[in-house]
């Protein structure tokens, strides 16, 4: 996927475009609430949220993949990529969204002022790609398993790379420890065909794809996208002027081998969004199963006498490194307080 690296200049166009886009479609969207008032537009249908640009959605039509530029009435939530909804069409590839299913999950993150933002929702499954060059800390990968456990939504750790991992590489044995506590794991290489390791896995749901820079997760997408990408972003453009190189919404794609990918520059950096660290521990199912067995309350799980989780550790039960990675979120958060170090 292209990476995006504008000038100052061409941010503030955009900024400009997009404020000029958002006062028209105001207007529209009077107009869209006088039309529906007035019986002028078609009978209610499904539909996909495949982006969402400032006041306008992008609506896909699931029976011909058709793309409509929708306003939603006024009574709805803020929807975002992966809504399903109810729409009624108007003129010329137009249209009105007028009700919203429940989600099965959201993905949310902080904006700047700390207020939290839907992102994308119904997403079923955020694979978690790692690789042993470059390597990534364990910790980090503990810190995509905690925000995948507080957003409802099913980790698989992806290690990538396969062809670069020596017959001994401790990533195996990493890969086998998440195997062990309980997670989904998969061993591939993006310079492999994925059909009998990936492909599988995504069929009939939809996945994210999250991950440190350079693991592969371009590599992978562009695989399983084919030309996919440039076909739907090239019609979303058409539809609202706007071009793939200005982009940063989430974005719905179907794979062609079955399965939906919601992809975004933001997504991707997914575990970094800011996680409340009463709820670290949520992320650790094999450390939570000792939490409150501890002598004091108050363990810092450390060296405190009659610690549960020192004691597990000690016979064998719990990885040690599992409780380091713990206490090394939560310092990262202690560190600077709040969302901002991870913006
Ligand atoms: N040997 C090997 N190289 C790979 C594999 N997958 C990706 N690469 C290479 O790793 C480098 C980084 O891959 P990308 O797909 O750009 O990684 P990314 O995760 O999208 O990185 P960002 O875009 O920075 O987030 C590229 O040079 C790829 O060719 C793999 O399975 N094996
Ligand atoms: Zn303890």
Redesign the pocket.
Same mark, same amino acid.
């Given at each position: 996927?292209a990476?995006r690296r504008l000038t100052k200049q061409q941010e503030a166009r955009i900024r400009h475009t997009q404020r000029e886009r958002h006062r028209r479609a105001e207007r529209k969207a009077n107009l869209v609430e006088t039309q529906l008032a007035e019986g002028q537009l078609g009978s209610e249908q499904p539909g996909v949220v495949q982006a969402h640009y400032g006041a306008t959605l992008a609506i896909e039509r699931p029976e011909d993949g058709q793309v409509f530029r929708c306003y939603q009435r006024a009574n709805l939530p803020a929807l975002v990529t992966g809504d399903r909804v109810t729409w009624c069409a108007g003129q010329d590839d137009t249209g009105v969204v007028v009700a919203c299913e429940d989600r099965r999950s959201l993905l949310v993150r902080p904006d700047l002022r700390g207020q939290l933002r839907p992102v994308a929702a119904n997403i079923d499954q955020i694979m978690i790609?790692f690789?042993s060059i470059p390597a990534t800390p364990l910790a980090l990968l503990d810190r995509y398993l905690v925000a995948a456990a507080l957003s409802n939504i099913e980790p698989v750790l992806v290690l990538?790379?396969?062809?670069?991992l020596t017959v001994d590489d401790p990533y195996r044995t990493y890969l086998a420890d998440y195997a062990a506590l309980g997670y989904r794991t998969l061993l @591939?290489? =993006?310079?492999?065909p994925l059909t009998d390791t990936l492909v599988p896995e995504l069929r009939a749901k939809t996945t994210a794809f999250v991950?440190?820079?350079?693991?592969?997760?371009?590599? @992978?997408i =562009?695989q399983l996208l084919g030309d996919q990408e440039d076909i739907v972003v090239g019609e979303i453009s058409e539809a609202t002027g706007k071009g793939r190189h200005t982009t940063t919404t989430a974005m719905l794609y179907h794979m062609p081998q079955g399965g939906d990918l919601i992809d975004s520059p933001g997504i991707?950096e997914f575990g970094l969004w800011h996680v409340p660290e009463d709820q670290v521990m949520q992320g650790f199912p094999d450390l939570q199963a000792y939490n409150g067995q501890c002598k004091f309350r108050d363990c810092s799980h450390r060296d405190d006498p009659g610690c549960a989780l020192q004691a597990a550790i000690a016979r064998g039960d719990v990885l040690a490194r599992r409780l380091d990675s713990y206490h090394a979120i939560l310092a990262s958060l202690a560190e600077v307080s709040g969302y901002r170090r991870y913006e």
């Amino acid at each position: 996927m292209a990476k995006r690296r504008l000038t100052k200049q061409q941010e503030a166009r955009i900024r400009h475009t997009q404020r000029e886009r958002h006062r028209r479609a105001e207007r529209k969207a009077n107009l869209v609430e006088t039309q529906l008032a007035e019986g002028q537009l078609g009978s209610e249908q499904p539909g996909v949220v495949q982006a969402h640009y400032g006041a306008t959605l992008a609506i896909e039509r699931p029976e011909d993949g058709q793309v409509f530029r929708c306003y939603q009435r006024a009574n709805l939530p803020a929807l975002v990529t992966g809504d399903r909804v109810t729409w009624c069409a108007g003129q010329d590839d137009t249209g009105v969204v007028v009700a919203c299913e429940d989600r099965r999950s959201l993905l949310v993150r902080p904006d700047l002022r700390g207020q939290l933002r839907p992102v994308a929702a119904n997403i079923d499954q955020i694979m978690i790609v790692f690789s042993s060059i470059p390597a990534t800390p364990l910790a980090l990968l503990d810190r995509y398993l905690v925000a995948a456990a507080l957003s409802n939504i099913e980790p698989v750790l992806v290690l990538n790379k396969s062809d670069l991992l020596t017959v001994d590489d401790p990533y195996r044995t990493y890969l086998a420890d998440y195997a062990a506590l309980g997670y989904r794991t998969l061993l @591939l290489s =993006a310079k492999a065909p994925l059909t009998d390791t990936l492909v599988p896995e995504l069929r009939a749901k939809t996945t994210a794809f999250v991950g440190q820079s350079g693991v592969g997760k371009s590599s @992978l997408i =562009a695989q399983l996208l084919g030309d996919q990408e440039d076909i739907v972003v090239g019609e979303i453009s058409e539809a609202t002027g706007k071009g793939r190189h200005t982009t940063t919404t989430a974005m719905l794609y179907h794979m062609p081998q079955g399965g939906d990918l919601i992809d975004s520059p933001g997504i991707r950096e997914f575990g970094l969004w800011h996680v409340p660290e009463d709820q670290v521990m949520q992320g650790f199912p094999d450390l939570q199963a000792y939490n409150g067995q501890c002598k004091f309350r108050d363990c810092s799980h450390r060296d405190d006498p009659g610690c549960a989780l020192q004691a597990a550790i000690a016979r064998g039960d719990v990885l040690a490194r599992r409780l380091d990675s713990y206490h090394a979120i939560l310092a990262s958060l202690a560190e600077v307080s709040g969302y901002r170090r991870y913006e």
